[in-house]
C-alpha cells in the first residue's frame, strides 16, 4: 500500500515536498516513482528513483527543479518540488514497478493522489 502526501495551494517560485510512505509489503527492491494528472490531461512520468536510490530520472519539464530520493529505513520516497510553476498543478500520484520502467502502465502498485495547486 502507498499513500502520499504533503499536497497543497502553493504560489508560483514556492515549494512543496511530497511523502509517500509504503506499508504491507518490501518495498526496497521496487522502482519508486512519481506521476501527475492534470485536469483533462493523461497521467505523465515525473520522476522515479531506482531501489538503491543511486539512479534518479526526471521528466524534461520538472529537471533541475524537483528532486526524488527514498529512505528505505522508513520505506518512504520524497518528491522535493522546488520553483514551481502554474503549469505543475495536478494530482500527483505515487507508484512501485518491480522492474525499471518508467511507463504508466508498467507499475505494479499504485497510492492515491495528492493535488498540488500552484497560483500564478
Known amino acids: 500500500q502507498l499513500q502520499a502526501s504533503g499536497g497543497g495551494l502553493v504560489q508560483a517560485g514556492g515549494s512543496l515536498r511530497l511523502s509517500c510512505a509504503a506499508s504491507?509489503?518490501?518495498?526496497?527492491?521496487?522502482?519508486m516513482e512519481w506521476f501527475r494528472q492534470a485536469p483533462g490531461k493523461e497521467r505523465d512520468f515525473v520522476a522515479a528513483?531506482?531501489?538503491?536510490?543511486?539512479?534518479?530520472y526526471y521528466a524534461d519539464s520538472v529537471e533541475g527543479r524537483f528532486t526524488i530520493s527514498r529512505d528505505n529505513a522508513k520505506i518512504t520516497v520524497y518528491l522535493q518540488m522546488n520553483s514551481l510553476k502554474p503549469e505543475d498543478t495536478a494530482v500527483y500520484f505515487c507508484?512501485?514497478?518491480?522492474?525499471?520502467?518508467?511507463?504508466?502502465?508498467?507499475?505494479?502498485?499504485w497510492g492515491k493522489g495528492t493535488l498540488v495547486t500552484v497560483s500564478s
Open positions: 507508484a512501485a514497478t518491480r522492474g525499471s520502467s518508467l511507463q504508466v502502465e508498467d507499475m505494479d502498485y
Open positions: 504491507g509489503r518490501t518495498f526496497s527492491s521496487y522502482f
Open positions: 528513483v531506482s531501489w538503491s536510490g543511486g539512479r534518479t
